[in-house]
């Protein structure tokens, strides 16, 4: 557990220092983003060149204003304790696979791909409390990443549970059949920056996910075998059951690896 809080506290310095660059780097780019805009939009008598030029330096500064974007979000100030409500984690997940429908059924298939989804969801699943947008946003990354793992088509599969130990946890997995994760991608996925995607990835989704984990005093447990497949599982706290004090099935027990 000191590993962990090592962990933590180093994803905390990373992130309060992305949170300043991007702070710095919004500061910087605003006159450019506030002249040209005002350039394109007020001055009739622009050549065509220098039109063409200002809107490739507006289409360049938007696209550096989305990735400041991006890191503050993963930095996200606590929000206040008041927006927390009641959070059915089943109806979430049906929202979710809906929103990344496009992502792992249409467009796969038109890789002659095939990405098939089990949905699990547990019955009387109790509510859990939080902030709604948050966990629909990580539960999206989590999908977006099973996606990516699995370029030649697979099992996608989302699922929540019921586990019981030292504390009772409803939880959320997002399980695929990809490619998996070595011992030390494993150990350092949740880093902000962290990717194995090169060009295409930014490192950022399971930092951000991790962001909401922690602001809600969740846990997340990653499951994965290289060559097998992953699954992410991240368990809320949620109050004793009232049959607290009956037998219950071991944690170990429930927990599977992929
Ligand atoms: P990105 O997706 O931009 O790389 P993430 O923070 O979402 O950033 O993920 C970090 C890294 O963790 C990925 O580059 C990948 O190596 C690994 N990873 C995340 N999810 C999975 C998964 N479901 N299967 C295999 N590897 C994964």
């Known amino acids: 557990t000191q590993q962990a809080a ?16 991007a702070h710095d780097i919004n500061n910087a780019i ?51 304790q008041a927006s927390q409500a009641p959070v059915d984690l089943n109806r979430l997940m049906q929202q979710v696979a809906d929103l990344t429908r496009a992502r792992w059924n249409d467009l796969p298939q038109q890789r002659g791909v095939t990405i ?3 949905m699990e969801p ?14 629909r946003e990580a539960l999206t990354n989590l999908v977006f990443n099973a996606v990516d793992a699995m370029p030649e088509g697979g099992q996608l599969t989302m699922r929540t549970r019921l586990m019981e130990g030292a504390a009772r946890r409803a939880c959320v ?10 011992e030390d991608t494993r150990r350092r996925c949740l880093e902000p920056f962290f990717t194995t995607k090169g060009e295409r990835g930014t490192g950022l989704g399971l930092a951000m996910v991790y962001g909401m984990v922690e602001r809600h005093g969740a846990g ?20 004793a059951s009232p049959e607290q004090g009956a037998p219950q099935a071991p944690v170990l027990a429930l927990r599977r690896s992929v």
């Open 116 to 118: 098939r989804l089990a």
């Open 6 to 21: 090592l962990q933590q506290e180093r994803l905390r310095a990373l992130g309060q220092m992305a949170s300043g660059i």
């Open 173 to 182: 997995e997002v399980a695929d059949s990809g490619v998996g994760m070595d």
């Open 220 to 239: 997340i447990e990653i499951l994965s075998t290289p060559g097998k497949g992953t699954t992410m599982r991240v368990g809320f706290d949620v109050p």
């Open 122 to 135: 547990l019955p009387d699943l109790p509510a859990v409390m939080g902030m709604e947008g948050e966990i």
């Open 30 to 80: 605003s006159p450019v983003v506030l002249y040209t805009e005002s350039l394109l939009e007020t001055e009739a008598g622009l050549s065509a060149k220098a039109r063409t030029n200002l809107e490739v330096i507006k289409r360049a500064i938007d696209d550096v204003a989305a990735t400041v974007a991006r890191m503050r979000e993963f930095y996200r100030a606590r929000e206040p």
